[in-house]
């Protein structure tokens, strides 16, 4: 196959930033997407209802001309985060989540949860209303392994939580071990999860190839094959709870090639080519529109969108740099060939 058209996609997990680096990475999304789930880790995070509408205002603002592309957001629960704020959230109709952080488990998430236990009033409000919880699901304490943080997530805080909370809709974001893609296929209804590009197409040897390489460097850190494998038979299986979410997540240049690098792969300029990489290497490009635009609005409620988008196997290379504000954000395959290329948008 050599030109693929689908329906237009959403990415279900995507980081936007704020300010100059938004103005930066938006365009890249909007060309692809129709609507992202736009996380809420700024510094400080967008605890509430208010600063998420302020926060979409000037995400509508740093539109391109002529886009046409629908901003979902998300509040960051903290362990103060008070059922009140979800009914505010509901009645806004313009937030779509609740992100549990655990507090330290990555960028930004100092002040996230510390013990999901003291939100069950919350979690419960959030039942009773429909709204859905993303979870970041790693352990954050430091004896445990950093490549076992997930599972150990799943068998200490999220399996009990979905059995404490039985109505409570879970999406478990950026799934990246066996172990996830079978809880989740294996759970109770209204659990999903988001998969990324990078954990279907690399492994943790990837970090490694011929020296350190910190623009893959991301939490949840790449896996081993096994999983990898694990998450391309999730993906392609048409089972719709799991689904697109990119997790991109920029850095400045300076802030990855450093003595503490920073977490976070950048996708947005091929969010949607890069799955389709992944999906024709495992025979299964006909069930990308499915994973791509179909089961992550299904899941949150929301239409399919009606245009359509048009890959073409025409091989480009990303640059080695794009500006970000002062700085320049160092996209994944900078330099290196990507097989599948962005036509067209088709309007219906
Ligand atoms: O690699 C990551 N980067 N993982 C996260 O959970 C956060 C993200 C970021 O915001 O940079
Ligand atoms: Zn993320």
Redesign the pocket.
């Known amino acids: 196959m050599t030109r693929l058209t689908i329906r237009r996609p959403d990415d279900w997990h995507l980081?936007l930033r704020d300010g100059a680096a938004l103005a930066a990475v938006l365009p890249h999304t909007a060309a692809r997407f129709a609507r992202a789930i736009v996380?809420p880790?700024l510094t400080p995070p967008v605890t509430t209802t208010d600063a998420a509408a302020s926060y979409r205002a000037r995400i509508l603002a740093a539109m391109p001309a002529g886009a046409r592309f629908t901003p979902l957001m998300t509040l960051y629960l903290t362990d103060r985060t008070a059922p009140a704020e979800i009914d505010r959230a509901r009645a806004s109709g313009i937030v779509h989540g609740c992100k549990l952080y655990p507090a330290g488990?990555?960028?930004?998430s100092d002040a996230g949860v510390t013990d999901i236990r003291r939100l069950d009033a919350t979690l419960a409000r959030m039942a009773d209303t429909g709204l859905p919880l993303q979870v970041?699901g790693e352990v954050t304490v430091t004896d445990v392994d950093v490549f076992d943080r997930e599972a150990r997530f799943i068998d200490t805080v999220l399996a009990p939580l979905a059995e404490r909370v039985p109505n409570l809709r879970i999406v478990f974001e950026?799934i990246t071990t066996r172990a996830a893609a079978e809880f989740v296929r294996d759970a109770r209804s209204g659990i999903a999860a988001t998969i990324t590009p990078q954990h279907l197409l690399l492994t943790r040897n990837a970090l490694f190839a011929g020296g350190i390489r910190p623009h893959l460097y991301?939490?949840p850190i790449l896996k081993t094959e096994r999983d990898r494998l694990a998450l391309i038979e999730a993906a392609v299986s048409g089972n719709p709870r799991y689904f697109l979410g990119t997790?991109s997540?920029p850095?400045a240049r300076h802030a990855k090639e450093s003595a503490c690098g920073?977490?976070?792969?950048y996708s947005a300029h091929a969010g949607i080519e890069l799955y389709a990489e992944a999906f024709e290497a495992a025979g299964a490009l006909n069930r990308l529109e499915a994973f791509a635009s179909h089961f992550g609005a299904d899941y949150y409620g929301l239409p399919r969108n009606t245009d359509s988008i048009t890959l073409v196997k025409s091989p480009w290379t990303p640059p080695a740099g794009y500006a970000f504000g002062n700085d320049t954000l160092v996209p994944w395959r900078a330099g290196e060939a990507l097989s599948w290329q962005l036509e067209a948008s088709v309007a219906s």
């Open positions: 980081h996380m880790n488990a990555t960028t930004h970041h950026h991301c939490l997790d997540a850095h920073c977490a976070g792969i």
